[in-house]
């Protein structure tokens, strides 16, 4: 397992994690999460919830947040006492770069290397930034951890949606950290579905009376 204890100077991850500081606000807006529809047969992506940003240049990128392994993050780092207590699970992130380590997390202050996802959340996948992150284990609950990550090429994401794929939703924070991934797909699935069956119910008793 220790081959892959951040091996980020892969130069297609590099390239991700470094995309626009400068552009932190546009990234903001490019933030967004994808929820697998229920007719989905890819097995990568089946149920599954993908936390999905839009880079300045490329495809789309992003990490699946319900799909918790059973390795925990101080397997990693054995010699590493400071986690000897801790149960961060690896969830596995996608299927690009499977042995690539990546860490979402909060932070106030704007990390020395990463990339900016949302509000205070940013991922990053570099040494000096991971050891800063684990001097905080008071921070755990806000911290998520992947194996690889998610990727799609220029326009192939969208046609994926256009054919019925994928639901889009807004991003929220709290999605990332506070909600149980086990449960997360479901629950996301009826924040897509129930809205869209609220308003074609408006539509029909409006244009029809019928109730």
């Known amino acids: 397992m220790n081959r892959f204890i951040v091996t980020l100077s892969l130069l297609a991850v590099t390239g991700w994690l470094m995309t626009g500081f400068a552009h932190a606000q546009a990234e903001k807006e490019r933030t967004f999460l994808l929820v697998a529809q229920p007719g ?4 990568t992506f089946s149920r599954t919830v993908v936390l999905t940003m839009r880079p300045d240049d490329g495809g789309p990128i992003g990490v699946i947040l319900n799909r918790p392994s059973t390795l925990e993050l101080r397997s990693l780092y054995p010699e ?18 499977p042995d690539a380590l990546l860490f979402a997390f909060r932070s106030r202050a704007k990390p020395s290397k990463g990339l900016f996802v949302a509000d205070d959340i940013y991922i990053s996948g570099f040494s000096e930034v991971l050891m800063e992150i684990l001097r905080h284990p008071e921070n755990a609950s806000q911290q998520r951890f992947f194996t690889g990550f998610s990727g799609w090429a220029v326009d192939q994401l969208e046609d994926e949606i256009a054919r019925g794929g994928w639901y889009v939703l807004p991003f ?4 990332v950290f506070d ?11 009826k924040r897509a579905t129930v809205p869209r069956i609220e308003a074609a119910r408006e539509y029909r008793v409006a244009h029809t009376g019928l109730h």
């Not at 989905?40 to 097995?43: L, V």
């Not at 590493?80 to 770069?97: Q, S, Y």
């Open 172 to 175: 929220d924070g709290r999605i």
């Open 80 to 97: 590493r006492a400071d986690l000897a207590n801790r149960r961060d699970l690896l969830f596995l992130g996608g299927p690009v770069e």
């Open 40 to 43: 989905m047969i890819d097995p």
């Open 179 to 189: 909600m149980n991934p086990l449960t997360m797909y479901e629950e996301m699935v």
